[in-house]
Every structure is written in structure tokens, then in C-alpha cells.
């Protein structure tokens, strides 16, 4: 601080009081508006939980293939509950990675612009927002202790009080110091450079795994040792009890350090944060997730030369989608998701069955859905490239369609191979395999479409009007309405993966194609509107 | 460039290149303001007007280039940058739950006006607001709204003003005040640096102009600025 500065005073004027004044004054009926936002919200989330719940003991019912037979394959060397320190540590990174996007230290849009200017104290605004972040981090850390927990429980059969309560503490107090962790790496302004070490960590995690599955197929004993060992001891009593005093310990020293930092965050970060968590949660609220993971500009500008040779001989629209496609990186998502499901499929007991590959599909069908129409929105939802372009609206959308097409066949054709040479699905019907995915692509398109066309909502008037919580139940209504089509064009795939000797029914066909049709309407124009009467 | 006469320079940016992260969008650009200048900056739609505003405040990092305030790198978290520097952007956002007066009672006493009662009531007088002192900002038109903003920013004191289009959705007879009130702060020593697309108010209230053209800038007399906004 420079002498001009120190003979400046700050004002201990604090503009909360300002907002605790508003509170006070409001009336009952507003009391009450207040009072049901809040309730419906709660319930709405616990709700949601159960629903939760039941899908995770699905999940865990189809990948353990419970009633029906798996195929055991040659490199199968662990079981499920052997990877779950594995998953432990990929739950902290992520807990750490989304906080250090999140800020964790921010401000919303009003206080950035009526706060940070004013003269006044800054410890008041950071100290607010240091509590929530700890607060926020508790309760996300927690949520995930607690998946965590009924996955193991789910997995092990059995419960033990006082391990889950032990566990949780952890899981809360973890919270806390990997939230503190994540305001000490923003006070430094390194937040990107720790993106990048937890994605090389993610890395790291993967190249271990592969190393302790080669040990584990060439059969070394203390490999094997370590790996049932760590399996063994994660519902253990006296595994989870000193972590939670050193985690206490920890996590005490670690919110001293934050709060002894937080000063240095400054007006400009804590802007940022405020935007990040804006679109987070308006993200979370209307299931929409092109908020928050558009390949960022900085990673198109990397990948600027990526696809020049092949775009560059092709019709405009498509060169559009193509180069974002690779220079988005949207191709990612669904590279990684086939990758770990061959790989779970190959080296994970009992998972290689009919029932998960099921699931796999299904899996496949949302991602398809979001990732491909994250790719073709600006063809389907901007009307101004129409001129840019010369090219009449149903053009552009004949090429999204046949781009949808292309891509979900090549990415269902992969899946359904890899599970074939894994001997999961039999490809005895090859006929029949080759038009379901077809169709089954058409639908996909479809689906695609219909995600595309979804409008940006103003997320500040969802989250602030008086008939939010309406409003989200709409958008998401819609939602479903886009997906579960999506999911009933899958009924040929399921009925072949389950039943591969029965083939198809007439009606699974008939369901298929009626929710499939969609996709043709840019080509059958009137025609179509007639098929819909 | 020297757009001043006096020689006490309250902004200078020197060698400066905006834009966002590394996606240039102007520059360099050299620009020097002297105390009770009054620079508009004009050019066209995409020029970097707004991204020369925010690089100034401190909200974005130059991508090259130096912005100093009283001869001290810019920066919006010292104490004396937001004593001294008003800022009037775009379109700012409101808390939902204050009134029209509270918000200018934060920013009054925020600065630790003495009278801010008093501050507060003339500028709801001057920018004709008092009848919708008491509503919500969700209650008020963009033109109301846009007062308030106007009003937050001259309500407290400030050696240095910038200003982002303030003309915008002002009614012809709010506009002439406003113009005349911002001569009078410049005749009584404040700097003014305001973004515009209107020759009145370059001619009226502010001495220079500096044009943002073809990625470069270039320092004209306020008259020459406002005939290149009326070509």
C-alpha cells in the first residue's frame, strides 16, 4: 500500500444493513411468497433424492446383472466395490475442481456492480461470501458421501450406523477443507493452473488403474494385497474415524488460511466467480448443461488449426459442423464414455451382462441427445444464418439432421461392436441390428433437434420471479418430453440386447419409427404434416 | 496523444492493446487526459468502445499496454480508484428487494456523504424520479432504470467520471439536463471520459474526442469528432 493510499480511509459503512432493512419490512403475504418458494424448493429436492436413490440402486442392480447371466472375460481382474477408492478420489477432485470454477469467493451481478465500487471495508462482502462457499462445500461434499455411502452399502449388503455417520463426518469436514483449499488457490489467482494439475491428476488415477490391472492380471501378490486391502478397509470403522480427526485437523488450519488470504481476492475475480455460479446454478435448475460446459474459448483458440484440410471441401453448413466438432472438442464426451464402458465391460466382475449393456445404451441415448445438439444449435436455433449463409432454414436443417444421423450411427455401431467382441450381445440378427441402429439414429436425431431448439432462458428472472419454481417445472417437462421419445426409439436395441433370438416385435418397431419420424420432417416436409394428421 | 492542455494527467494508457484474452480487438493505443478534459470516445458498432471502458476500470486485463490513474496502474480494488473514479456502465444490474432511493442511499453513503438524505432527494428531483422513489427496479421502465444508474454515478463525488452510452433511453429534455449538469462538473475540475454516439453531447459538454477506427485511435477536437458522427 503505497503513503496516498494509507492516508485514505475505508468507510465501515456495510450496504447489508441496507438489505437486512428490506427484509424486515417485508409483509406477511410476501413472508409467506418467501416461506413457499423455499418449501417447494425443499420438497421438490427431496423429491428428487429419492428418485435419485432408487436410480442408483438400479444402476448398481443392471451393472451387477442381478437374475440374469454374465460372460467373463479374459481380463476381468476386479470387482466393483474394488474400485470404490478409486471413486473416492475422483469425487474429491471433482469437489475441488468445481469449486475452483465456481470461485469459490463471488458476488452476484448486483453486488459487483453497487458493492465493489464503494469505498467500504471489503472483509464484510468476502466474509458473507466465504461462509456460503464453506457452507456450500459442506453440502456438496456431504451429498456425495452420502451417493458414495449407498452405492457401497448397496454393493456390500449390509449397513453400519456408526461407519455411514463416521463416514459422513468425513465426507462434510472434506467439504470444508477442499472449499478453504479452492479460496487459498484464488486468492493466488491459480485457479487455471490447478484445473490443469486435477485434470493431469485425473490422468494419473487412470494410468495407476491400468498399472494395477496389468499387476492384477500377471497375478503379483502385493498388488493384489494393496488392492483388498483398500477394498476391504473403506467401510471399516477404523479407517473412517482417524481420517475424520485428521480431517477435522485439516480442515480447521485450512479455513484459517482462507480467511487470512481472502483479502487478496479481488474485484475483478470475484465478479467472475459471481457469473460462474450464476450459470451453475441456472444450469442445475433447468437440467441444461450448455451453461456451464461450452468448450471454452480459450480451447477452440488452441485447436484453431484442427480440420482446415477437411472442412474446407465441404458445403458450408456441414464445414460448420464439422469444425465444431473438433475444435469444440464435442466429440469428447463420447469418445470417453465409449472408452469407460469397454473398459469397465472388460476388467470389471459381472458387469459384462445384457442388463448393463442396456444401461450402457440408455446412457448413450441422453448423451447423444445433449452432445449433438450442442453441436448443431446454431443451424437449428439461429434464423439470422439463413442469410449469412444464402441457405433456406429447411436446408440447414436437412444437413443437421443427416450430420445427427451420421454421428449417433457411428457412435452406436461402436458400442454395439465393442460389446460384440466382447461377447455381451450377439450379433446373430446382423440385419436386424443394422436397422435398429439406424432408426434408433433417426430418433436420436429427433432428439437432438428437439434439445436444440430449447431458447436461453433469462436464468436471473427464473431464479428471482415469484412463479419460479412453474417455470422450471415447465422447462423441465419439456425436457422430458424431448428425452423419454428419445429413450422409446431405443425399444429395438433394448429388445435385441435382452432378447437377441426373439428379434423384434411389430409394435417396439412401430413405437420406434413413430417418434422417429421427426427427424424426416425437413425432408418430407407437408407430407409429414399430413402422417400427424 | 495529448488531449490536454493542463499537466496533471489523471488517466494515461500507453501502448495499449484490448481485446479479450488473446483475441485482439484494438490497438495499441496511446491516450492521455488531463484533468477536466471531457474525451468522448466514439466509433463505430464493434469498434472496442465498451472494451476500452472495461479495460480502463480495471475489469479487463490489457493485452498489452500500460492504463495508469494518477500516475498508479489501474486498479479497481485500491481504495483510492473507487474514491475518486464514477463509473456508469451499460446496463447494470439492481437488487431486487431496495427501492429506487435505497439504491442511491448505498452509493451516498457508501461515500460517506454527510447529507445523504438530502443528496439523494436532489437527484431523484433532478433525473424527475421522485414518484417512483419508493418501487422496486422491477417495477420501473429501461428508461427509469437508466436514470437511476445515472443518478448512483452523480450523487457521490469523483475526480474521474466514465460514462458507457449515458444519452441512451433518455427523453431529449433529461438529456439537455444532463449535459448541462455535466458541463458544470467539468467547468468545476472533473474529468470526464465517456463513451457516445451523440454530436450534441460532444460539443456541448466535452472538449476532445477520440476516435476508434480501423483498430487505431486517433485524438480529434470535439467539433471534428462530433461531424464524424454525423457523416
Excluded at chain 1, 417447494?40 to 437374475?67: D, E, K, M, P, R
Excluded at chain 1, 472375460?73 to 478420489?89: D, I, K, R
Excluded at chain 1, 451481478?109 to 459442506?138: E, Q, V, Y
Excluded at chain 1, 439432421?401 to 467382441?421: K, N, S
Aim: hydrophobic share 50%; with cysteine; aromatic share 8%.
Amino acid at each position: 500500500m503505497n503513503a496516498r493510499e494509507k492516508l485514505l480511509q475505508e468507510n465501515k459503512f456495510d450496504p447489508q444493513q441496507l438489505l437486512n432493512r428490506a427484509k424486515r419490512r417485508r409483509n406477511f403475504s410476501e413472508r409467506f411468497d418467501h416461506f413457499s418458494d423455499v418449501y417447494v424448493w425443499v420438497l421438490a429436492a427431496v423429491v428428487a433424492l429419492a428418485y435419485l436413490f432408487s436410480a442408483i440402486f438400479g444402476l448398481i442392480f443392471a451393472l451387477l446383472g442381478q437374475t440374469v447371466a454374465h460372460v467373463q472375460t479374459p481380463w476381468t481382474v476386479w470387482s466393483l466395490q474394488e474400485l470404490s477408492p478409486v471413486l473416492l478420489m475422483l469425487s474429491a477432485i471433482c469437489v475441488l475442481r468445481l469449486f475452483l470454477y465456481l470461485g469459490p469467493v463471488g458476488v452476484n451481478a448486483a453486488k459487483a456492480d453497487w458493492w465493489l465500487p464503494l469505498p467500504i471495508s471489503t472483509r464484510p462482502i468476502l466474509g458473507r461470501s466465504i461462509r456460503s462457499a464453506l457452507l456450500t462445500g459442506l453440502l456438496t461434499s456431504s451429498f456425495v458421501g452420502v451417493l458414495w455411502l449407498i452405492v457401497m452399502f448397496g454393493l456390500v449388503g449390509a449397513y453400519e450406523p456408526l461407519v455411514a455417520l463416521y463416514a459422513l463426518i468425513s465426507f462434510a469436514l472434506s467439504g470444508v477443507l477442499l472449499t478453504s483449499l479452492a479460496v487459498v488457490l484464488q486468492s493466488y489467482g491459480l485457479q487455471p493452473r490447478a484445473q490443469r494439475w486435477l485434470g493431469r491428476c485425473i490422468v494419473a488415477a487412470i494410468v495407476v488403474l491400468a498399472a494395477f490391472w496389468f499387476l492384477l492380471q500377471v497375478n503379483i501378490p502385493w498388488a493384489i494385497s494393496v488392492v483388498e486391502g483398500a477394498s476391504s478397509s473403506v467401510l471399516r470403522l477404523s479407517a473412517w474415524a482417524p481420517a475424520a480427526i485428521g480431517l477435522l485437523c485439516l480442515s480447521v488450519l485450512s479455513t484459517w488460511w482462507a480467511w487470512k488470504r481472502s483479502p487478496r481476492i479481488g474485484a475483478r475475480d470475484m465478479r467472475v466467480a459471481g457469473e460462474h455460479q450464476r450459470l451453475a446454478l441456472g444450469s442445475a435448475m433447468q437440467a441444461d448443461t450448455r451453461g456451464a460446459v461450452e468448450p471454452s474459448s480459450a480451447s477452440i483458440g488452441r485447436r484453431r488449426r484442427r480440420g482446415n484440410k477437411l472442412a474446407s471441401r465441404l458445403p458450408v453448413a456441414w464445414r460448420i459442423l464439422v469444425l465444431r466438432l473438433l475444435r469444440g472438442g464435442r466429440w469428447h464426451a463420447t469418445l470417453g464414455y465409449l472408452v469407460m464402458v469397454m473398459a469397465l465391460v472388460a476388467t470389471v466382475e459381472q458387469v459384462a451382462n445384457p442388463l448393463s449393456a442396456l444401461l450402457f445404451y440408455l446412457v448413450l441415448c441422453l448423451l447423444l441427445t445433449i452432445n449433438v445438439a450442442g453441436t448443431i444449435s446454431p443451424l437449428i436455433s439461429q434464423p439470422q444464418l439463413t442469410q449469412h449463409l444464402g441457405q433456406s432454414a429447411v436446408k440447414l436443417q436437412r444437413t443437421a439432421v443427416l450430420f445427427a444421423v451420421f454421428y449417433c450411427v457411428i457412435a452406436l455401431t461402436t458400442l454395439t461392436g465393442g460389446l460384440a467382441l466382447l461377447g455381451v450381445v450377439q450379433l446373430s440378427n446382423f440385419w436386424l441390428w443394422g436397422a435398429a441402429v439406424i432408426v434408433v439414429s433417426l430418433g436420436g436425431a429427433a432428439a437432438s433437434l428437439g434439445h436444440a431448439q430449447r431458447k436461453e432462458r433469462d436464468w436471473e428472472s427464473l431464479l428471482g420471479g415469484s412463479t419460479s419454481d412453474t417455470t422450471v417445472v415447465m422447462v423441465l417437462m419439456n425436457e422430458a418430453s424431448t428425452l423419454i421419445p428419445a429413450v422409446a426409439t431405443y425399444a429395438p436395441l433394448f429388445a435385441l440386447v435382452l432378447s437377441p433370438e426373439t428379434g423384434i416385435g411389430w409394435p417396439l418397431w412401430g413405437i420406434s419409427v413413430l417418434f422417429a419420424l421427426r427427424a424426416l420432417q425437413p425432408f418430407l416436409g407437408r407430407a409429414y404434416a399430413g402422417l400427424r394428421g | 496523444m495529448q488531449t490536454g492542455q493542463s499537466t496533471k494527467i489523471v488517466l494515461e494508457a500507453r501502448e495499449l492493446i484490448i481485446g479479450y484474452q488473446q483475441r485482439v480487438i484494438c490497438g495499441p493505443l496511446d491516450l492521455q487526459v488531463s484533468a477536466g478534459d471531457g474525451v468522448g470516445i466514439i466509433g463505430a458498432n464493434g469498434s472496442g468502445k465498451s472494451t476500452l471502458v472495461r479495460t480502463i476500470l480495471g475489469h479487463l486485463s490489457p493485452v498489452q499496454g500500460t492504463v495508469e490513474f494518477l500516475g498508479l496502474p489501474v486498479n479497481e480494488d485500491s481504495l483510492a480508484f473507487r474514491q475518486h473514479v464514477a463509473v456508469q456502465i451499460t446496463d447494470g444490474a439492481f437488487f431486487e428487494e431496495l427501492t429506487v432511493a435505497e439504491h442511491l442511499e448505498l452509493v451516498a453513503r457508501g461515500h460517506n456523504l454527510n447529507s445523504w438524505k438530502q443528496s439523494v432527494s436532489e437527484e431523484l428531483e433532478f433525473f424527475e424520479l421522485q414518484q417512483v422513489a419508493g418501487l422496486l427496479p422491477s417495477e420501473l421502465s429501461s428508461g427509469q432504470r437508466r436514470k437511476v444508474l445515472l443518478a448512483a454515478t452523480l450523487i457521490r463525488p469523483a475526480q474521474l467520471m466514465i460514462l458507457d452510452e449515458p444519452e441512451q433511453r433518455l427523453d431529449l429534455r433529461i438529456r439537455q439536463k444532463l449535459y448541462d449538469r455535466l458541463a458544470v462538473l467539468r467547468g468545476s475540475g472533473t474529468t470526464l471520459l465517456v463513451v457516445t454516439h451523440d454530436p450534441q453531447m460532444l460539443r456541448h459538454c466535452l472538449n476532445h474526442a477520440f476516435l476508434l477506427n480501423e483498430d487505431q485511435g486517433e485524438a480529434l477536437h470535439s467539433e471534428a469528432g462530433a461531424q464524424w458522427l454525423e457523416r
